[in-house]
T-cell receptor
């Protein structure tokens, strides 16, 4: 079974530039998550999709972050403009079960973003 | 006060030692308790999960939940160098049912 695919693995940009991350979840997984993991901290949920609808984006800084999930499969997360404090690993995860149950999350390897 | 507290370590133990990892939490609505293992430059992977209070064993790993004390533990018996990773506790429940992670404990098992 193929895992969650993310690209790129690493990205270095200067502040105020824009950046986009891509995620392809496990086939058949209806729920997709984007997490931000700052060095030394646990992952923090940014946005959760159920199919192509947003379930929870309460912690997404909407003035600079945006995300979409077209056709309920792949997803992109964009930051525009980036700030120094956005330096983190951005993890994509997917699950088969809906969020109300114990849905086992499968994580990708993440994109490590450095904002200079 | 953070919803989930976890000692960041690092924790260094010799091979074969018993490892104890712990988290405390403040939200009494949490019902599902999980432990994720995260190797360097990889995403977290689910290691153990328990529902409500009690113990669960899987090979060398035992997860314990004490809801009365709001305290969960992960024990690793006969630790191996391959167990070296960051261990994240996570929990969910209540109205939002959002998965909340601890900060993670970095474990190093020395051969």
């Amino acid at each position: 079974e193929a895992g969650v695919a993310q690209s790129p693995r690493y990205k270095i940009i200067e502040k105020r530039q824009s950046v986009a991350f891509w995620c392809n979840p496990i086939s058949g997984h209806a729920t997709l998550y984007w997490y931000q993991q700052i060095l030394g901290q646990g992952p923090k949920l940014l946005i959760q999709f159920q199919n192509n609808g947003v379930v929870d984006d309460s912690q997404l800084p909407k003035d600079r972050f945006s995300a979409e999930r077209l056709k309920g499969v792949d997803s992109t997360l964009k930051i525009q403009p980036a700030k120094l404090e956005d330096s983190a690993v951005y993890l994509c995860a997917s699950s088969l079960a809906p969020s109300s149950a114990l849905g086992k999350l499968f994580f990708g390897s993440g994109t490590q973003l450095s904002v200079l | 006060q953070k919803e989930v507290e976890q000692d960041p370590g690092p924790l260094s133990v010799p091979e074969g030692a018993i490892v104890s990892l712990n988290c405390t939490y403040s939200n009494s609505a949490f019902q599902y308790f999980m432990w994720y293992r995260q190797y360097s430059r990889k995403g977290p992977e689910l290691l153990m999960y328990t529902y409500s209070s009690g113990n669960k064993e899987d090979g060398r790993f035992t997860a314990q939940v004490d809801k009365s004390s709001k305290y969960i533990s992960l024990f690793i018996r006969d630790s191996q160098p391959s167990d070296s990773a960051t261990y994240l506790c996570a929990m969910k429940g209540g109205a939002t049912n959002k998965l909340i992670f601890g900060t993670g404990t970095l474990l190093a098992v020395q051969p």
